[in-house]
C-alpha cells in the first residue's frame, strides 16, 4: 500500500494575540483557539491531491500530544485523510522527540513520503522534518513549495534565501512544506459527519519505546520590547523633512 | 578555554555569507569561548580564507569533497556529525541554509537544538523568540551536554576582519549519502542591497495590485534610497514579488536603519520580521491599520499618489 504520512501539531490559532503570563512562567493559552498548525494543512492538502491524482492509496495523519490534539486530528479526517493516529503525551514534546516518534510511525506505517510542516508557529522551531530525515537516514526536501512525483523520486521546488532551489532526492523521504505549496481546501459539513466514524488509534510514548526527554528547560518568559508609538506626518514633503531630521537621509 | 565553538560556514562556493560573520559575533559573546570555522566545499580555500580573517576566530578547517559542491544538508550533517566531538557549541545561521542542516546535525548527535538564538547569557543560556516574537523564552541547557543552535541574524552585527586564523585540512571521513541530488536554483540576480543586511528597505504589500505596479511602484523609490525590495506575503502570494522577498515570521527577519512599508497592513506574522529595524515608517490608506502601531512615522493616505510624490523630492 503506498502511504503518505502526515505530520500535524495543535496550535494556537495564528490570529491569537500572545500574551505573556506576567509571572514569567508561559504564555496565556487557557480559553484561546488552537488550530491545525497552517503548514501541517498544507502538508495534508498536498497528500491529498497525491492521493486525488492515484500516486497514492491512504493517507494518515499523526499527532503526538494531549487528547485535545483529537480535535485537530478529526479535522483531518474531515479534509479527507484516511485515518488517524494520536500518540498521547501530556507537557513539552520536543522536536528530538517528536521526530523519534515519527520515526517510531514511519517504521510501523512503511510510509513513502512523510509531508510536514516547515515550522510549528508556537515555538517555531523548524526542526522536526530534518531531525526525522537524519534519525530515518533518509532524504530531507524542507521549504517545499513544488513537489513533483517520478516513480522512485522526487522533484522539489525549495524556497531559500537566494530565490528557488530544485533538488532531486530518492523515496522514501521527508518533505517539509513552505506556504505557496498549495492552497488548502474548506471542510464541508457532510464530511465531519463522517469523517466520526474513519479510524483515529490512540497509542503512548511509552509503548512505542520513545522516552518523552525534555532537554531544554525554559525558565522565563518575556514580552518583547515595545516600540515607542511614533509621530503621524500629512503628505510626502513632511516625510521627507521627518528622515532628514532623523538623519536618515 | 573553556567552550569550543564549531561555526558551520555559509557561502556559495566563492564568497562567505555575511551570515557567519554574524555567528562569530554570537559565538563571542559566549564567556570563555575559542571559536573554529569550518568550511564544506568542493574547492575551500578562497571561502576559508575569507573565515580565516574574521577577528575572534580561532581555527579554520576546510572540509573539501567534490560532492561539497552544493550545500545539501543531507551530505553536509555527517561531515559536521563526524567533527563536532570535540566541540561544546555547533552553531550555523538561522538563514535557510542554517535551518535546513543544524537540525539533522543535532539529531546525528543525538541532542536538542536552541533555535533563533538571540542572546547568549551564558554557555548554557539563550534567548530566543517563539510565537512570532510575541514572547521571548530564556532556555536552559544542561552543562555538559552539547549546545546545538541557529542565530537569529536580526540580533548580531557581522564580526569584523582583520584577523589571520591558521586554516587546517580535515579529511572527509564521514559516508556521504548520494540518495539527495542538486539539480538548480535560481537566484534573481540584482544590483540592489540583499535583503537579509540591507541597511534601507522598502517593502510593499497587497495593495501594489500587480507585479507590474509593484515593480513600477517600489523599484524606482527603493533605488532613489539604495535600498533592497522587500514584500509581504500576501504580495508574494499574489505574485507580485518572487518568493525571497517574503519578510516576515515565515520569510525573513531582518534589521535595517530604515524600513518602509508600503500598502502593507502590519499583521502580527510580518511585524515579526521587522522588529528589530531602527526606524520603520508606514504608508497606508487605513489610518487604523496596524502597522501604524509600530511605525515611527505614519502617513496615511494613497500610496499611488504619494510614492510618486516622494522620488519627485527625493530627486
Ligand atoms: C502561517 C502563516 C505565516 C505567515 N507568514 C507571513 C510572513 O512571513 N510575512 C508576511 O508578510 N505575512 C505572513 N503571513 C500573512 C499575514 O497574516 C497577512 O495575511 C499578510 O501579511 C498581509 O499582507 P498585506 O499587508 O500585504 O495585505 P493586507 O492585509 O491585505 O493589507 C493591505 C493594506 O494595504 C492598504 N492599502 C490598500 N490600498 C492602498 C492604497 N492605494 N494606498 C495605501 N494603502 C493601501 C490597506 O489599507 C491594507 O492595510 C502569514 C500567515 C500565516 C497564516
Ligand atoms: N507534536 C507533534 N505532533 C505531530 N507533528 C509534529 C509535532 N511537532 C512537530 N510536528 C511536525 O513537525 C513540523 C515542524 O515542527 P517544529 O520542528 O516544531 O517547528 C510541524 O509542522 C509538524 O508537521
Redesign the interface.
Known amino acids: 500500500m503506498k502511504r503518505i504520512l502526515i505530520g500535524i501539531k495543535r496550535v494556537v490559532d495564528y490570529n491569537v494575540r500572545i500574551r505573556v503570563k506576567p509571572d514569567g512562567s508561559g504564555v496565556v493559552t487557557d480559553g484561546v483557539k488552537m488550530s491545525i498548525n497552517p503548514f501541517d494543512e498544507i502538508a495534508l492538502e498536498e497528500a491529498l491531491r497525491i492521493k486525488e491524482r492515484a500516486a497514492a492509496e491512504e493517507v494518515i495523519v499523526a499527532s503526538i500530544g494531549p487528547a485535545d490534539c483529537q480535535q485537530q486530528l478529526r479535522t483531518c479526517l474531515a479534509m479527507g485523510a484516511d485515518r488517524a493516529l494520536h500518540v498521547q503525551a501530556e507537557g513539552v514534546v520536543e522536536p528530538l522527540v517528536a521526530a523519534r516518534a515519527l520515526l517510531k510511525l514511519v517504521e510501523r506505517e512503511q510510509p513513502f513520503l512523510v509531508i510536514l510542516g516547515k515550522q510549528a508557529i508556537d515555538d517555531d522551531n523548524s526542526q522536526t522534518g530534518q531531525m526525522l530525515a537524519a534519525l530515518w537516514q533518509r532524504p530531507q526536501a524542507t521549504f517545499a513549495s513544488k513537489l513533483e512525483l517520478d516513480g522512485e523520486k522526487a522533484r522539489v521546488t525549495r524556497e531559500v534565501d537566494a530565490g528557488l532551489e530544485t533538488i532531486e532526492v530518492d523515496l522514501p523521504a521527508v518533505i517539509t512544506t513552505d506556504l505557496r505549496l498549495n492552497e488548502p481546501r474548506y471542510v464541508k459539513l457532510p464530511d465531519i459527519m463522517k469523517a466520526k466514524k474513519k479510524p483515529l488509534e490512540t497509542l503512548t510514548l511509552a509503548a512505542l519505546g520513545v522516552e518523552q526527554r525534555q532537554r531544554l528547560k525554559h525558565t522565563r518568559f518575556d514580552p518583547p520590547p515595545q516600540r515607542q508609538k511614533g509621530v503621524k506626518v500629512k503628505d510626502a514633503a513632511e516625510l521627507v523633512a521627518a528622515l532628514k531630521s532623523k538623519g536618515l537621509l | 578555554m573553556s567552550n569550543r565553538i564549531l561555526i558551520v560556514a555559509e557561502h556559495d562556493g566563492a564568497h562567505l555569507n555575511a551570515s557567519t560573520a554574524k555567528c562569530v559575533t554570537c559565538a563571542a559573546s559566549i564567556p570563555q569561548s575559542e571559536i573554529t570555522v569550518a568550511v564544506c566545499a568542493a574547492d575551500a580555500a578562497a571561502v576559508a580564507a575569507q573565515a580565516a580573517a574574521l577577528q575572534g576566530v580561532a581555527h579554520v578547517i576546510s572540509l573539501e569533497h567534490p560532492a561539497n559542491a552544493h550545500l545539501?544538508?543531507?551530505v553536509l550533517?555527517p561531515q559536521i556529525a563526524a567533527i563536532a566531538g570535540p566541540f561544546t557549541h555547533v552553531l550555523g545561521p538561522s538563514?535557510?541554509?542554517g535551518?535546513?542542516?543544524?537540525?539533522?546535525?543535532?539529531?546525528?548527535l543525538?541532542?536538542?537544538?536552541?533555535?533563533?538564538i538571540m542572546a547568549a547569557e551564558s554557555a548554557t543560556?539563550f534567548r530566543r523568540?517563539?510565537?512570532?516574537?510575541?514572547?521571548?523564552?530564556?532556555?536552559?541547557?544542561?552543562s555538559g551536554?552539547k549546545v546545538v543552535g541557529t542565530v537569529r541574524m536580526a540580533s548580531f552585527q557581522p564580526a569584523a576582519s582583520g584577523g589571520s586564523a591558521p586554516i587546517e585540512k580535515s579529511a572527509v571521513s564521514a559516508e556521504i549519502?548520494s540518495?539527495?541530488?542538486?539539480?538548480?536554483?535560481?537566484?534573481?540576480r540584482s544590483y540592489r542591497p540583499d535583503l537579509?543586511t540591507a541597511t534601507r528597505v522598502v517593502s510593499g504589500g497587497r495593495a501594489l495590485g500587480s507585479a507590474e505596479s509593484f515593480q513600477k511602484t517600489l523599484y524606482g523609490l527603493a533605488d532613489k534610497l539604495g535600498a533592497a525590495v522587500g514584500a509581504s506575503?500576501a504580495a508574494?502570494?499574489a505574485g507580485y514579488a518572487?518568493?525571497?522577498l517574503q519578510v516576515g515570521?515565515?520569510g525573513?527577519i531582518i534589521a535595517p536603519?530604515?524600513y518602509v512599508a508600503i500598502g502593507i497592513s502590519g499583521a502580527?506574522?510580518h511585524l515579526t520580521g521587522i522588529?528589530d529595524a531602527r526606524?520603520?515608517?508606514a504608508?497606508n490608506k487605513d489610518g487604523e491599520a496596524p502597522i501604524?502601531?509600530?511605525?515611527?512615522?505614519?502617513?496615511?493616505?494613497d500610496l499611488f499618489q504619494?510614492i510618486p510624490?516622494?522620488e519627485r523630492?527625493?530627486g
Open positions: 545539501l544538508a543531507a550533517a538563514t535557510t541554509f535551518k535546513d542542516l543544524m537540525p539533522r546535525v543535532a539529531a546525528l543525538d541532542t536538542a537544538q536552541i533555535s533563533d543560556r523568540p517563539i510565537y512570532a516574537g510575541n514572547a521571548i523564552v530564556t532556555v536552559d541547557v544542561d551536554s549519502p540518495h539527495t541530488r542538486f539539480v538548480s536554483v535560481s537566484a534573481a537579509q506575503r508574494v502570494d518572487p518568493n525571497e515570521q515565515t525573513k536603519e530604515l502580527i506574522q522588529k526606524t520603520i515608517v504608508i501604524f502601531e509600530v511605525a515611527d512615522i505614519g502617513l496615511v493616505g504619494i510624490e516622494l523630492l527625493l
